[in-house]
């Protein structure tokens, strides 16, 4: 089990097999973890917790507090990807739940972005840039395509997939849906029970290409299967 040398970084596989199943997963290259609160005031308390944790560590996650609920997520932004850092302070996390009484929701986690196929990648990035009122993905991975970001932190990024060629009578921009690694299968056959179809599972469990009874595309997505 080794740090990438040139910048501290971990396998989704490595930081899977060092945090707290019951309240975490990696989704979407970052570590993500949704406590039940059960009440606001819970929520309130557990955010307090979690806060002290983090300036304790100086490693700051995104936290997202709702009624009856708390999202947390972790990253090394200078890192480009998951640390020591995250796993360290994920298990920091997960102790003040336990003292609170809080439970996980490990299948609850996932993360949507939009990914538009461009024949002239650099051509349509602006005006998406312009219309969303996005940002250029601060610090993407190294073999990443280019990404737009919601400044708030709020909206799905948009990523721009390079075509070779023109494809009519097919979608050019799809929804990615990032979840847990163990729930990617249930989420696939809930999509075609509900009426969609399998369009491929080639890059499963990376990817599976679904679509709705039009032909309208969506990709259930993990980190498995990406060389980690």
Same mark, same amino acid.
């Given at each position: 089990?080794?740090?990438?040398?040139?910048?501290?970084?971990?396998?989704?596989?490595?930081?899977?097999?060092?945090?707290?199943?019951?309240?975490?997963?990696?989704?979407?290259?970052?570590?993500?973890?949704?406590?039940?609160?059960?009440?606001?005031?819970?929520?309130?308390?557990?955010?307090?917790? &979690?806060?002290?944790?983090?300036?304790?560590?100086?490693?700051?996650?995104?936290?997202?507090?709702?009624?009856?609920?708390?999202?947390?997520?972790?990253?090394?932004?200078?890192?480009?990807?998951?640390?020591?850092?995250?796993?360290?302070?994920?298990?920091? &996390?997960?102790?003040?739940?336990?003292?609170?009484?809080?439970?996980?929701?490990?299948?609850? $986690?996932? +993360?949507?972005? &939009? %990914?538009?196929?461009?024949?002239?990648?650099? %051509?349509?990035? $602006?005006?998406?840039?312009?219309?969303?009122?996005?940002?250029? +993905?601060?610090?993407?991975?190294?073999?990443?395509?280019?990404?737009?970001?919601?400044?708030?932190?709020?909206? $799905?990024?948009?990523?721009?997939?390079?075509?070779?060629?023109?494809?009519?009578?097919?979608?050019?921009?799809?929804?990615?849906?990032?979840?847990?690694?163990?729930?990617?299968?249930?989420?696939?056959?809930?999509?075609?029970?509900? !009426? !969609?179809?399998?369009?491929?599972?080639?890059?499963?469990?990376?990817?599976?290409?679904?679509?709705?009874? +039009?032909?309208? +595309?969506?990709?259930?997505?993990?980190?498995? !299967?990406?060389?980690?």
């Amino acid at each position: 089990m080794t740090d990438d040398p040139r910048s501290g970084r971990l396998s989704a596989a490595e930081v899977t097999a060092r945090v707290d199943a019951r309240h975490w997963r990696v989704v979407l290259d970052r570590l993500h973890a949704t406590f039940a609160t059960g009440s606001f005031g819970a929520g309130v308390e557990l955010v307090r917790r &979690i806060g002290a944790a983090a300036d304790a560590a100086d490693h700051h996650p995104d936290v997202d507090l709702r009624y009856p609920a708390v999202h947390v997520a972790l990253v090394s932004h200078d890192a480009r990807g998951l640390t020591a850092r995250d796993v360290s302070l994920a298990a920091r &996390i997960s102790a003040v739940a336990d003292e609170l009484g809080v439970a996980g929701s490990p299948g609850a $986690p996932q +993360e949507l972005e &939009i %990914a538009v196929d461009a024949l002239d990648v650099p %051509a349509v990035v $602006p005006f998406w840039r312009a219309v969303l009122g996005y940002e250029d +993905e601060p610090a993407p991975a190294d073999d990443a395509s280019p990404a737009l970001v919601d400044p708030a932190g709020r909206g $799905p990024a948009v990523w721009f997939q390079q075509m070779d060629a023109p494809r009519p009578q097919r979608n050019r921009i799809h929804v990615d849906v990032s979840v847990p690694h163990d729930v990617a299968e249930e989420r696939v056959r809930a999509a075609l029970a509900a !009426g !969609g179809r399998l369009v491929s599972d080639a890059n499963a469990p990376a990817w599976w290409v679904l679509a709705d009874p +039009e032909g309208n +595309e969506a990709c259930v997505t993990t980190w498995q !299967g990406r060389g980690d």
